[in-house]
Antibody
């Protein structure tokens, strides 16, 4: 059984850096063709892709947020970490991690439950 | 900047058929964009319905189908049920590791 769970602060202040962790099980992140991504959803709004890290440590970022994002993985801990700098109230959203694989044409086929992050002073 | 377009809202009668579309602000959607579709009900994480244009995810009923119609990706629901009332999102994998979500379609079944 594959599970993903996001964790991190529920409240951050403007200008602070957000660090979110996705802890997963049932996924072999050393297997070729696997990636883990982050997607967010502001309240009442659409989903937005943020970043993805591949099994080989290659990384991709949303062009609009690239300067603020860093994605890393710790295979020994089965974790993927997303950091976002200079948080702003518009970054208030539910943040999801999700698996993506080459066998599904890089669709996001397994999702975590999401974690709500509010940016407010 | 790539913009993926979806109908903001759609309605269908119970038992009816509805086709939601996913297009590009400029250009055509093709199988090479590996369109995928997700269903999301309020308070829940998205559920993957379709990947690689027309492949159903495990456990997804066969009344959900994906295709390319003209210059857009399409999600067709045949025999709509009340619990199909949800938000539906498409995603295009633009190659070189870039994913773009559409704005979502709110489907009402009434």
């Amino acid at each position: 059984q594959i599970t993903l769970k996001e964790s991190g602060p529920t409240l951050v202040k403007p200008t602070q850096t957000l660090t979110l962790t996705c802890t997963f099980s049932g996924i072999s992140f050393t297997t070729s063709g696997v990636g883990m991504g982050w997607i967010r959803q502001p309240p009442g709004k659409a989903l937005e892709w943020l970043a993805l890290i591949y099994w080989d440590d290659d990384k991709r970022y949303s062009s609009s947020l690239k300067s603020r994002l860093t994605i890393t993985k710790d295979t020994s801990k089965n974790q993927v970490v997303l950091t976002m700098t200079n948080m702003h109230p518009v970054d208030t959203a539910i943040y999801y991690c999700a698996r993506s694989t080459v066998t599904t044409g890089w669709a996001f086929d397994v999702w975590g439950q999401g974690t709500m992050v509010t940016v407010s002073s | 900047q790539t913009v993926v377009t979806q109908e903001p809202s759609f309605s269908v009668s119970p038992g009816g058929t509805v086709t939601l579309t996913c297009g590009l602000s400029s250009g055509s959607v093709s199988t090479s964009d590996f369109p995928s579709w997700y269903q999301q009900t309020p308070g829940q994480a998205p559920r993957t319905l379709i990947y690689s244009t027309d492949s159903r995810s495990s456990g997804v009923p066969d009344r959900f189908s994906g295709s390319i119609l003209g210059n857009k990706a399409a999600l067709t629901i045949t025999g709509a049920q009340a619990d199909d009332e949800s938000d539906y999102y498409c995603v295009l994998y633009m190659g070189s590791g870039l994913w773009v979500f559409g704005g979502g379609t709110k489907l009402t079944v009434l």
